[in-house]
């Protein structure tokens, strides 16, 4: 049943994905047709760093939502009467900074890795991500390590109502803010290299 529905979270994140590269083709291709010089648009180190910022704008919005579920928390069921949909705009947010982040990742490795190294590069940026899984599990383990007393069950227990979520959301919030910081040093360091075909344009070229 895990298998399954894992499967399915990456069928959905692929073709999230491939749609809004076909739908930043055709508002590409709109934009060219009002300008002289062709529009290159935004390179693959600035979709990563946008991918950054819409992250942290996600975890502070569900941090904020969390704050106000707990307000309208119900004393006798432990539930609340917030309505689920204040989730959507956040869940939206993760999936716009997915599609900046991982495929301007893959772009990056793909276009700018040497010719007998670009397997080899993306594979690597899938290994990354998949560390990535592992350190948030690490993180949320050392959290709930630190903040639980024998009066409070810690940030996140089994019952999200007696705990603070939105802390962890804000934690988040901040270490991300870290790595972007980091992130633009570095950038600011590379100096490109002439490229090849992209992958985002070898993507939509399969839908044509």
Request: aromatic letters at 12%; charged letters at 15%; proline letters at 2%.
């Amino acid at each position: 049943m895990e298998a399954c529905q894992s499967l399915c979270m990456s069928l959905r994140n692929y073709s999230y994905c491939r749609y809004c590269l076909k739908a930043e083709k055709e508002i590409k291709t709109l934009v060219m047709l009002n300008k002289t010089e062709p529009n290159k648009g935004h390179t693959e180190l600035q979709r990563m760093g946008i991918g950054l910022v819409i992250t942290v704008m996600a975890m502070i919005s569900a941090g904020i939502v969390e704050i106000y579920r707990l307000k309208h928390k119900e004393s006798v069921s432990n539930s609340s009467s917030l309505s689920i949909f204040w989730q959507v705009p956040q869940y939206m947010m993760i999936g716009a900074s997915e599609v900046f982040m991982y495929v301007g990742q893959l772009e990056f490795f793909n276009s700018h890795a040497p010719t007998g190294l670009k397997s080899f590069a993306s594979a690597l940026c899938m290994a990354s991500i998949s560390l990535g899984n592992y350190v948030s599990s690490l993180l949320v383990s050392i959290v709930m390590k630190i903040s639980t007393r024998e009066d409070f069950p810690g940030w996140i227990p089994g019952n999200l109502s007696k705990g603070h979520l939105d802390r962890f959301y804000f934690l988040l919030a901040g270490l991300i803010a870290a790595d972007f910081v980091v992130y633009l040093v570095c950038a600011k360091w590379y100096k490109y290299i002439k490229s090849e075909a992209s992958f985002s344009e070898s993507m939509v070229g399969e839908e044509v």
